[in-house]
């Protein structure tokens, strides 16, 4: 069986769990873990078990469900609210920057206030398809995005792209890597370089190995590489996924995309960023609003390496996330279309708020 066969995350109702691949194992191993209590299922997020923006909402929808599930059916509707409310709150504390886990959250929220009138046990019902349905519409909107990106590369073109917006990342076919996976399908001999992704690795752990084992042709490179890579003329276009795009088109994404799009502007290399709705946060009027992930010195000084490779009491800068600021977007591909700049009117059009 190959990685991709294999769902991201899954709901197993009949036993009550979130099922997911732990990504934190991969390439190396391929450990399938079931989480049946909310306290994992938060840890599982904060760890980057599961990760990457869609797949971090469709899991919270899963989550908030399970939990739901486990308060008791004879409570009145306040008191099931109360419960179901911490419970949110709780899972919406795992990770600050991706938009999707409180967009899924919060869509879960209004459907149980919009039916306040049920029973709880009706509740439950809805709050079980609904979170089926947020998995099947990721699917549908990364295959959207794939689509839509495919119309802005050629065959034959050199995509690169940072961390993973693979389908380790989503429910299926990814964001930023949609395009590349549709145009595998069709023949078109793409050349696919993946930045390695430090601190986490997720470009060489997960992208590069996800596209591989499907058998297009990738190359690995450290993240510092990519100026030599577009200077040689190597690279067509650039592709990356996001996490938070404000109302302006300012993007978060894992730490590293903004310098990939500042080099992509001196080389006049096209830079997309692909994002389903669920990852476009209205609300927020520019990138400054955007809360930034901070993780862990250890990332950086000792992840990976056989010993510490930094002086024990060494200060240490760890973003998980920045922003690309919209002026160095060239596009932004989403499930409706293509937005281009100014994104605040263009996006606004596309989802008609
Ligand atoms: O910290 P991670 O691994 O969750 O970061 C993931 C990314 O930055 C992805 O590019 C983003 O979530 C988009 S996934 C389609």
Not at 147 to 155: D, F, T, W
Not at 317 to 336: G, M, R
Request: glycine share 6%; hydrophobic share 40%.
């Amino acid at each position: 069986m190959q990685i991709l066969d294999i769902e991201t995350v899954e709901l197993i109702d009949e036993i009550s769990a979130l099922r997911i691949i732990d990504q934190t194992l991969l390439p190396g191993e391929v450990k399938i873990i079931d989480l049946k209590e909310i306290e994992d299922i938060w840890q599982a997020i904060y760890l980057l078990q599961v990760r990457g923006a869609p797949a971090i909402g469709v899991a919270a929808g899963f989550g908030i469900y399970l939990a739901a599930k486990k308060i008791s059916d004879d409570l009145s509707y306040d008191d099931f609210y109360k419960e179901f409310v911490k419970a949110k709150d709780y899972l919406n504390s795992s990770r600050p920057t991706a938009v999707n886990l409180s967009w899924a959250l919060n869509r879960m929220d209004d459907l149980v206030k919009m039916n306040s009138d049920k029973t709880v046990k009706e509740i439950k019902k809805m709050l079980h398809d609904e979170s089926v349905l947020i998995k099947e519409e990721d699917t549908a909107m990364c295959k959207s995005i794939g689509e839509y990106g495919l119309s802005l590369i050629k065959p034959g073109d050199g995509l690169l792209t940072h961390c993973n917006a693979g389908q380790l990342a989503t429910s299926k076919y990814g964001t930023a890597t949609a395009p590349m996976y549709l145009g595998y399908e069709k023949g078109y001999n793409l050349k696919i370089y993946c930045d390695e992704t430090r601190p986490l690795l997720q470009g060489a752990r997960l992208t590069a190995y996800e596209l591989s084992s499907k058998g297009l042709d990738v190359t690995l490179q450290c993240d510092n590489m990519v100026s030599a890579l577009m200077r040689e003329g190597k690279i067509n276009a650039v592709f990356v996924g996001c996490d938070r795009v404000a109302a302006n088109g300012d993007a978060a994404n894992k730490i590293g995309t903004s310098g990939v799009a500042i080099i992509a502007k001196h080389y006049g290399v096209p830079f997309y960023v692909c994002a389903p709705s669920s990852t476009i946060d209205f609300n927020i009027k520019t990138g400054d609003d955007i809360v930034i992930e901070q993780r862990k010195p250890e990332e950086v000084t000792e992840m990976w390496y056989k010993e510490r490779m930094a002086p024990n009491d060494i200060k240490v800068y760890n973003p998980a996330f920045d922003v690309t600021d919209n002026d160095l977007i060239t596009a932004i591909v989403t499930e409706k279309g293509i937005a281009k700049a100014p994104y605040t009117e263009s996006l606004k059009e596309l989802f008609k708020k």
